[in-house]
């Protein structure tokens, strides 16, 4: 994994020092991302430039280093990323004449677009990826990003440059950098807990869309297009299912997830897994002991508090594996020290608060391994979420049945809800159970499933309200053409998921969180075969009778005892609420008082003062929407924003 950073300068002004010295600042911000090696390449006549940093995984000689040039000398990139298809390409270029340096994935990349083009690359590449592409003889330069959106890449246009990084804060190395806050993303954000694709928190910067490629000529004209797209994954499987016996889907799965697993073990540095005895990680972890002739090494963090410590049962599986494991138990100070550093980890507010943990357990494992598989994407593509039970029960049920059900589950108080539920057994016990239920009258008060789906994953309902001058973007979830395309209300659902939540939270957490400390995260799951593959499986093979990842669970069940792995879904949290009524309260009560609510003029204060009094009185537990304007807050202040 790497880090990538680079312009093209339009007006061709500066010499080849200058350009060097620009690149190779922007390049040292993602030291980080890349902390083996640095390097930069320039063409001051046609005013390009590239910078890259190295994590070295595979070919750890100088043969893998970049920006690399390809041998015919036309075309030279700078990659984030890894192909785990390269070891099937190389014999085909091998036997078209091409001789190879090293065995980098890298090299095997630059020579296929040499010998076939990029569109045609494109189509044999399995896995993750971010890269510039420089073509010396056309003068060039196309941008792009892997189809699912694992590895992140923004671009846009600054002071006559086209610019791209890995992570915005190369930008800050530009001599001229002045960026301009976006009130629109801002209220997209406040929504969602993240900036939405293809927004950025800055204006005139982007992020690269999955799937795509952004080409630039020298003149500085782009031209952006799809390579994959997902709607055509989703609309292809439903047009062709894939009929057949449960036996048989089974193992259709467990071999294309086993050799998805088995090409992500390549590696030519110490390769572990995050094993939270889930459905998800276990089912990897299955996999890599099933496909691995070395010994599993698994690592996970736990939580004293009982509600939020998955490390028992992720022992647990470890131990019926036959795993090398290792567990660290996070106090709450060792994980409140955490948050002062979010803001610059992830550059743009961000607050998905299993942030805190994600990093927690990236620090852990990288003192091991330098390469880590994780269990990510099982909930999109399997429906696993709570939210995709609510819509198969919202699917069947008449509008006024759904506001009457809304009002009756608002009664009640989150307080009174998890009463209830502490009478049920622990392993039946719903997570955060009071929560979801006024989440859920939240759903059915919509009547609609559309705006349902908003609510279910709204920090904010009203954003609008909250940012002034700013206009929330209408993406995605607010499309209401998606129902003639997928007429089913669980696709839907799981395609919006798969589209924004999943790379623009999921992703974008994971990657940020594991590569402020120089470690790889490989997410066999979502291999583009196995999404294509799972838009033609049928909806029964994803729940029954209530019940998400069906055909995952079954998969695992041939390698677990089923009673090891079955718990209701608690996902990698922490316990944000309580602290911000206890220890994090004096640092929440600063960014959060009225005077600093109103600096600049961007929030308006009343209804976060208003929430911020609910939650410190426990009438309502409102740590995510608070959690939203606590990280911009911490964000913006040393930006002077």
């Not at 022992?315 to 979010?342: M, N, S």
Request: aromatic share 8%; net charge neutral; proline share 6%.
């Amino acid at each position: 994994m790497c880090g990538i950073a680079g312009f093209l300068e339009l007006e061709r002004r500066s010499g080849t020092q200058a350009l060097e010295a620009i690149a190779d600042a922007m390049a040292a911000t993602l030291a980080h991302r890349g902390p083996d090696a640095r390097g930069v390449f320039v063409d001051a006549e046609a005013g390009i430039a590239l910078g890259h940093t190295r994590l070295s995984i595979i070919d750890l000689s100088p043969a893998g280093a970049q920006p690399m040039v390809s041998a015919n000398g036309r075309y030279v990139i700078a990659y984030n990323g890894e192909v785990y298809s390269a070891n099937e390409i190389r014999p085909e270029l091998e036997a078209l004449g091409h001789r190879f340096r090293g065995h980098s994935d890298t090299e095997v990349m630059v020579e296929a677009i040499a010998e076939w083009g990029l569109r045609p690359t494109l189509d044999r590449l399995i896995g993750m990826f971010a890269f510039a592409l420089w073509d010396r003889k056309e003068r060039r330069l196309s941008l792009v990003r892997d189809r699912l959106g694992i590895k992140p890449l923004y671009w846009g246009r600054q002071n006559g440059r086209v610019v791209f990084a890995s992570e915005l804060k190369a930008f800050e190395a530009l001599p001229d950098w002045q960026p301009k806050l976006n009130p629109d993303a801002l209220a997209s954000y406040l929504r969602l807990s993240y900036v939405p694709s293809p927004h950025s928190i800055y204006r005139d910067i982007d992020k690269l869309a999955p799937g795509h490629v952004v080409t630039i000529d020298e003149q500085g004209k782009s031209e952006a297009s799809a390579y994959w797209s997902l709607m055509d994954a989703a609309r292809q499987g439903r047009e062709a299912p894939l009929e057949v016996g449960d036996g048989q889907a089974v193992n259709i799965f467990e071999t294309l997830l086993g050799d998805a697993v088995e090409r992500r073990l390549v590696s030519d540095v110490p390769l572990g897994a995050f094993l939270s005895g889930g459905i998800d990680s276990s089912a990897v972890a299955a996999m890599m002991r099933a496909r691995s002739n070395t010994a599993v090494r698994t690592y996970s963090i736990g939580f004293d508090e009982d509600r939020y410590d998955e490390a028992p049962h992720a022992k647990a599986v470890a131990e019926h594996f036959g795993t090398e494991h290792t567990e660290l138990y996070v106090t709450p100070r060792e994980a409140q020290d955490v948050i002062p550093e979010l803001p610059m980890i992830y550059d743009e507010p961000f607050a998905d608060s299993s942030q805190v943990p994600t990093y927690l357990l990236s620090k852990l494992t990288r003192q091991h391994v330098t390469v880590a598989l994780s269990g990510d994407g099982g909930d999109e593509l399997f429906a696993g979420y709570t939210r995709h039970r609510f819509a198969r029960a919202l699917a069947n049920m008449p509008e006024s049945l759904g506001r009457g059900l809304a009002c009756g589950l608002g009664l009640a108080g989150p307080a009174l809800w998890d009463r209830l539920f502490d009478l049920f057994p622990a392993r039946k016990r719903p997570w955060l159970g009071g929560d979801k239920m006024l989440k859920a009258a939240a759903m059915f008060q919509q009547g609609g499933e559309a705006g349902a789906y908003r609510s279910l994953v709204s920090a904010w309902d009203e954003p609008g309200a909250i940012v002034r001058q700013g206009r929330e973007l209408k993406g995605p979830i607010f499309d209401g053409s998606l129902a003639k395309a997928l007429p089913d209300g669980l696709d839907r659902m799981q395609y919006l998921d798969t589209l924004t939540y999943l790379p623009d939270d999921i992703l974008t957490k994971v990657d940020r969180a594991s590569m402020a400390v120089a470690l790889e995260v490989r997410v066999p799951i979502l291999d583009h075969r196995l999404v294509e593959l799972s838009w033609r499986l049928p909806s029964r093979f994803k729940m029954r009778r209530g019940q998400g990842k069906w055909l995952l669970r079954q998969v695992l069940y041939r390698h677990v005892p089923k009673q090891l792995v079955e718990r209701p879904k608690t996902g990698f949290a922490i316990p944000i609420g309580s602290w911000l009524k206890g220890p994090l309260r004096p640092w929440a009560e600063e960014l959060l008082s009225e005077k600093r609510l109103a600096a600049g003029g961007l929030l308006n204060p009343a209804p976060i003062r208003a929430r911020w009094r609910e939650h410190l009185e426990g009438r309502r537990n409102w740590h995510s929407p608070l959690w939203t304007v606590l990280m911009f807050q911490a964000w913006r202040e040393p930006r002077g924003i």
